[in-house]
Every structure is written in C-alpha cells, then in structure tokens.
C-alpha cells in the first residue's frame, strides 16, 4: 500500500513541477524524500504566489494536483525553482501527474482533515514542507479535487 504525502509548494514552483513532472527540496527536507518510495502518492498545497516577500495578495492556500513518485532522489545543482536567495533546492525526485483536476480552497475541507488537531490553527499544520497524511485525509482532499 503507498504512503500519502503532502507537500507545500508556492504557486511558481508547483508550475515548474507540473511543467517537469519533478519535485525539489533543499537538504533540510531531504529524509522525508528520501523516505518516500515509488508508487507513493502526493498531494500538493499551494500556500502562495511566489517565494519571498508577499504580501496580502500573494496568499493562495489551496490544494491542487495529485501525483505519483515515479523516480529515485537525484541531486541536482541547476536552478529551475524559485526560492529565497541562492537555495536550488537539490534534492528532487520525478513525479507524475494524473490527469488534470481542479483545486480546493484549504480553508473549506480542513475542518474535516484528521492530521490537523487545532482548528483555529490550521494554517500551521500546513507549514511543513513534506508530511505524511492519513489515506482518509488523501481521500478527502482528493473528493474535493473533484478526482
């Protein structure tokens, strides 16, 4: 049976991961891509824009996109993600999209998500780069991909 995982991403680099089919972490995140293993399934969340400054527009949380690992960890120093200064986030591994699905707004279904204990803290369970999450939670969150 495959892990699920979910993994927060900005809205730029989730289009350079759908462009291609390719996630990338830096060494911080490193162990929980490396513990993932082909077959297992992904779920994004988009929690902005852009990576550095925002503002009050550059917020989007929403989740968005359902994926397969597909591909051992590579390293790679070329800079294809945005990021925060000189970060290339080295660590990635090649993905596989399903076909295209809509997006949810997190702020509509994490009311019903098990991983996130504090409702009125939600957003904080979301902080976290790369998390497993419940097969329920995946199934929730996929249902209301309209997938």
Known sequence: MS?????TISEGNFQIALGKELMGV???????LEEMKEGDDIIFYI???KVGRGGPR???????????????????????????GEETFPYQREIKFSASVGRAKASEICHSLEFIKNQD???????????KIPDADYETIKRALGK
């Open 3 to 7: 892990t699920k995982w979910l993994v």
């Open 121 to 131: 803290y939600w957003m904080l369970y979301l902080l976290t780069v790369t998390r």
């Open 26 to 32: 830096s060494g911080r995140w490193r162990k929980p």
């Open 58 to 84: 550059s917020s989007v949380s929403e989740f968005a996109g359902l994926a397969q690992v597909v591909g051992p960890v590579s390293l790679s120093e070329e800079r294809i993600w945005h990021s925060k």
């Open 47 to 49: 929690s902005k824009k």
